[in-house]
């Protein structure tokens, strides 16, 4: 080969290297970034992800669908070891404040203080840790009860119900043997608990004061937890199954509830579940405990988005948590994909929030959260460990070992001891 | 050259125990440090002697643990090894036609991921919507809703297990059988023995390697269970299906007690062992 052809070859080769090198540069500039989220998050992360692309070509977002308690123990093992934590993920917010003290999370004060105003009082206490941010609000769910149109007329019964006391009513009047259709279902165990809660918030109930002490002698909270007892096993209007159980969703396409507790985003689950029963299906606030009582209700779940310490990509994960959490346009498609309700305030005030639901044929906004006012426990660091003991109760309770009163008694003393 | 092949041979296992103990003894060693430690994961674990000891013997749930897992997993080692040496001896058996077929279907359940099987057992004990309630329901027998039942859910736990294991098991068994020379059995037949003798003075006593192995490791497995309460009843109703291991978890990951949680796993680690010994020693004993 001659001198002249070996260098123009060589030259040749290194433009042509060059050129081929030029996309993965381009590509190497892309930041990529995981978020764990679950089900209807994800499903809402998706459809909102393209706008966020096209602000920000340079950061690409994996979402990756897990299971719920799969993230929120997945999440802390990773912290704990140092390896495998996405850059950016969702933590139930009842869970939320066992993290922060273990010094695992970034501190995102930067980010979410300026926006304050945009948020609830609820979350500002309830994000911080030592005063400084550690999670970014993401999605608030309000109790609400959906209930099956049909049924109820079929009864001459008119929603919405107003109060706990008629709901009781007509769910003897709907409550039929024959065809083994029950009002609404009622959970055992630690789920029941969490389920509890929105009867209990919409009461007004306080199981522990603001600075994490339990609040003894707690009579209201000892009635409300009667009146869960008694719609199942008193006034038998209440079947006793776990919430989104298979056991559960199959009384749910089979027919056998009228109505449904749940969250906001149980429409999301009737809508998978119920397909074939679109437009009989409609939605109502919960109960309030008097009619003459303030329009209170419990909240039914919640996340909140975070940052572990050990994401590399801290900037990106910022950007992606902070979309999610406050853009419009990113919460009311969370709203609109998966019923998630708007943490964000201007979120809450857009028009596309009372849009009506076609399963539903109702704007679900209107007829269950408008007006409302949601009340919410304070939480303590090892809330699981509360869950777990008020399961137990419920557990004996509903299994005849003990009376509600003595439950509630059972679970305070035990709280006492480890929270005094 | 004696050397050269005892050091070919070290090589050859050499991989099985670097890997075991940079993932397995490493950590079991760690732990065992932790176990003497208030750690709450993230920030640094600090001594507290034997205090996560002291506190398990006044824990009245760890001994409710203690107690569920120990009778689960008897129930459990004698049901599933009853089941799996009758399958084997089945599956042995001249008379039996389709044999692969159902050494394959017995063995399916164990290639079954444990959430499947769970969802599908959910729906089996489901109240009065389960199969097992339709299925009993034209008998005139009705069934409570087998998992919310405290009396109810440990058997509903361990039949569960039996059902996913039993396959397993029983191919282990009928590889012992099947080991065991039939010449030996043939003469016992010719001198007069009934089936049923052949069974307990040939078969049986020629499989008692095999026999150990399965009950040594079914109990092992028996002792760790923890999928089934997990996924079916998180260790209720009223912590009756609640387990050492399903106890560990909730203190180590939902308490973030891990000190704790490492203390309770090594006393289920001390029981294993006991165990283990115990039916060593039981079963050589007999053999005598």
Redesign the interface.
Known sequence: MKRRSFLAGAAAGTVGLAAARAPAIAQARTTKITYWCWSEHARGAQAVYPRFRERNPDIEVEILNLNPQEIQ?KI??A??TGVGAPDVGLLIESRFP?YP????LSEVTEHVAPREADFSPRLRTRLKHNNRYFGFPYIQNAAVMFYRQDYFAEKGITAPIDTWAQWVEAGKRVRDRQR?IYMHQVS????GFANLTGYMEGAGVQLFDEAGKTVRQNRRAAEVMRFYFDLVRTHEISL???HN???HF??IR?G?LAALHSGNWGLDRLETEARADRGKWKVQPFPRWSADGPPAVGTWGGSVLVIPRQSRNQAAAAKWAQYLSSDVDAQVGLWQNGYGYPTSVRAQADARLREPQGFLGQSMYEASLQGREVNYFNLVA?W??VQ?EM??QI??M??G?KAPEQAWADFEAAMVRQYG | MRARRAATAYLLILPFFAVFGLFWAGPIAASFLYSFTEWRGITPPSPVGLRNYENLLYDERFFTALGNTLWMAGLYVAIANTAALSLALALDSGWMRLRQFFRTAFFLPMTLSMVVAAVIFQLVYAGDIGLLAKLLAPLGIEIPALLRDPATAPYALVAMRVWRTTGYYAIIYLAGLQAISSELREAARLDGASELNVIRHVVLPGLKPVALFCIVLSTVSGLEMFDEPMVLTQGGPGDSTLTVVMFVYQQGFQFLQLGYAAAASYVLTVLIVLVSLVQRFWLRERGR
């Open positions: 123990d802390l093992v912290m704990a066992t003290p273990t010094g695992g083994n055992p165990g630690a789920v006793l199954v776990t159980s298979p056991e199959v009384a089979e056998r090892d699981p460990r777990i399961g137990r557990d004996a509903f299994q070992q």
